[in-house]
């Protein structure tokens, strides 16, 4: 059962978790300064392998804000294979996410999260850092998938994200529990948006060597950091524990025991729709992200510039509702099912308004509005946490980030079926009604997801069985 804990405690949690935060804002830094510049860069050598080396000065030109139509002409005649090239990157990135969740968010209860924080920043370190040196070298833009591999064998990014969360869940009390993953959550949003704003800037004036240079260093200093002031967290986690046992079957069968498994005591009906609600909320923001694009060229003939700009007035929104929220509902004592259903309200009428938009500002009147629909995940992630055993937080809270991956395999294809078939000027917009019809459902869920919570209130935890 999840442990209240002492002051004490709790004020080392807090403490703890500023440090940790600051170095999961290192890493989804080091991930959004270089991804865009990664991109550019395979791009690039596409279009040396496809052009030859004689046309290296049009090749570079074409990635600049001022190039020439010819220039343009070159890199739309390399992005095709480029753009091969980088699917398959994804596909190895995700697939290796979702196979290695499966297995280290359950071993992660008997093991440990500090391994999981180390082990993922060291596979960044070194992807970064082989990055560093290929760019150097005129090598095939194929050898650019290599650093991916030990980038994410390690767990990735979802591992230490994963892990960051257990370690709050192991360390604080269920009260402060919400506004630290809410601060999670901002810290996560506030790397992204330095790494964007920051990575093309850095690019124009120092090359690609010293852009992939400084997201290596930005990940070893977080795993330094890590290293030397975290201390390990769940119960239990000995040397012994940590070296065997990876990848048994048995860690299969705790995680599907661990959600399925009727017992006493257990918030099976809770977990269940908790998920439900996180799943299909990420499944609406990854969809309309998917579209995003599309649809501000197609109704408002925006550029890519003109939306970079208002996704990053929407991020930085994001930051600002998860602090202000977090601390409302810590210092007044809120519901975790209360602020979700804010955040899911306030999703739902931004999405009427990208329905009916059909001038520049209603989009910034959009984000805004929806600013506090980046609550919704955190708080999620709480109720989860207080729904299980201590012993089954890393379990559950790891098949909830492997549904959050594959939620978009579902939602994009949909979302851009209907988009495809109902164009703009279509008034109003119906794939943006259909996600207001989804957030409308997930608020019913939430208000009896706190009817669950207040029945099953006084009932006792009683550990999944597990066999030895």
């Known amino acids: 059962m999840p442990v209240e804990g002492g002051s004490k405690k709790a004020t080392k949690g807090r403490g703890r978790f500023l440090i940790l935060g600051c170095s999961v804002a290192l890493l989804t830094f080091s991930q959004s300064f270089t991804g865009i510049i ?83 920043l060291t596979g960044f370190t070194l992807m970064f850092g082989l990055l560093s040196l290929l760019c150097s070298w005129d090598v095939s833009p194929w050898y650019l998938i290599i650093p991916s591999i030990p980038g994410y064998i390690l767990g990735g990014s979802g591992t230490v994200i994963l892990a960051a969360m257990c370690y709050i869940s192991d360390t604080t009390a269920e009260k402060d529990r919400t506004m630290l993953m809410a601060w999670l959550q901002a810290s996560i949003f506030g790397g992204v948006v330095l790494g964007v704003f920051g990575g093309p800037i850095i690019f124009q004036n120092c090359g690609y060597t010293t852009v992939f240079s400084i997201g ?83 109704r408002l003939g925006w550029d890519v510039a003109q939306y970079s700009y208002v996704s ?103 979302f851009t079926l209907i988009f495809s078939n109902y164009l703009p000027p279509i008034y109003p917009t119906p794939v943006f009604l259909l996600s207001t019809s989804l957030f409308a459902l997930l608020i019913v869920c939430t208000v009896y997801t706190e009817v669950l919570i207040r029945r099953f209130r006084k009932l006792v935890y009683i550990a999944a069985p597990q066999k030895e």
Not at 72 to 87: N, Q, T
Not at 253 to 272: E, M
């Open 38 to 120: 990664l991109t550019d860069l395979i791009v690039y050598r596409t279009c040396l392998i496809s052009l030859g080396t004689n046309h290296t000065y049009d090749c570079s030109m074409a990635h600049t804000n001022d190039s020439s139509i010819k220039e343009r002409l070159l890199e739309a005649e390399a992005e095709p294979l480029a753009s091969m090239i980088v699917m398959v990157k994804t596909l190895i990135e995700s697939i290796l996410s979702a196979v290695l969740s499966l297995f280290l968010g359950p071993w992660s209860d008997r093991g440990g999260r500090k391994p999981l924080l180390l082990g993922g």
């Open 216 to 298: 290596a260093m930005c990940c070893a200093s977080a795993l330094l950091i890590i290293y030397f002031t975290i201390p390990e967290s769940a119960k239990g986690a000995t040397e012994k524990s940590q070296m065997h046992g990876l990848f048994e079957i048995a860690l299969l069968k705790k995680l599907a025991t661990s959600i399925i498994v009727k017992r006493y005591g257990f918030h099976r009906p809770v977990v269940w729709l908790v998920m439900f609600i996180f799943t299909t909320c990420a499944m609406i923001i990854a969809a309309e992200t998917s579209i995003g694009f599309l649809f501000v060229k197609a």
């Open 312 to 414: 990053g007035v929407g991020l930085l929104l994001n930051i600002t509702a998860l602090f202000g929220v977090s601390l409302l509902g810590h210092s007044a004592g809120s519901a975790d099912t209360l602020l979700a259903v804010v955040g899911l309200t306030s999703g739902l009428i931004g999405s009427i308004v990208k329905a009916f938009a059909t001038k520049a500002w209603h989009m910034y009147f959009s984000v805004s509005i929806a600013m506090f629909g980046g609550i919704v995940a955190p708080v999620m992630r709480s109720i989860l946490s207080k729904s299980v055993p201590a012993e089954d937080i890393g379990t559950v809270l790891s098949l909830a980030g492997l549904l959050e991956v594959m939620s978009p395999l579902a939602g994009a294809p949909l």
